[in-house]
């Protein structure tokens, strides 16, 4: 059993960057392909970015493709996405998930393992 904890969020002004941060613990964090999504106020959840076990393979939503980069740090069972250049639609609640796999999958309903989010609020 993963257990996730993002840390990172906040408020940033448009054309600003952040970097989000998700613990794990409770498992063999390399054994587990990574997402991270988000969820904006009063739409579903959807997928922004993801990394295989090994780091070695990087996928991204397009709306977010040349900002945002994952990566992660097994030795310190840490996934991170770096975000340039915010702009206010990128205001939601960040949430990283875990999957057991090689490959991260695309869609939320694949991965058992959530962390609790991190609010992530961009003005103009």
């Known amino acids: 059993q993963v257990q996730l904890v993002e840390s990172g969020g906040g408020l940033v002004q448009a054309g600003g960057s952040l970097r989000l941060s998700c613990a794990a613990s409770g498992g063999t964090f390399s054994e587990y392909a990574m997402g991270w999504f988000r969820q904006p106020p009063g739409k579903e959840r959807e997928f922004v970015a993801g990394?295989?076990?090994?780091?070695?393979?990087?996928y991204y939503a397009d709306s977010v493709k040349g900002r945002f980069t994952v990566s992660r740090d097994n030795a310190k069972n840490t996934v991170y996405l770096q975000m340039n250049s915010l702009k206010p639609d990128d205001t939601a609640i960040y949430y990283c998930?875990?999957?057991?796999?090689?490959?991260?999958?695309?869609?939320?309903?694949?991965?058992?393992?959530w962390g609790q989010g991190t609010q992530v609020t961009v003005s103009s």
């Open positions: 998930a875990g999957e057991f796999s090689i490959i991260p999958p695309l869609g939320r309903d694949e991965y058992p393992y």
């Open positions: 990394i295989s076990r090994n780091g070695g393979a990087t």
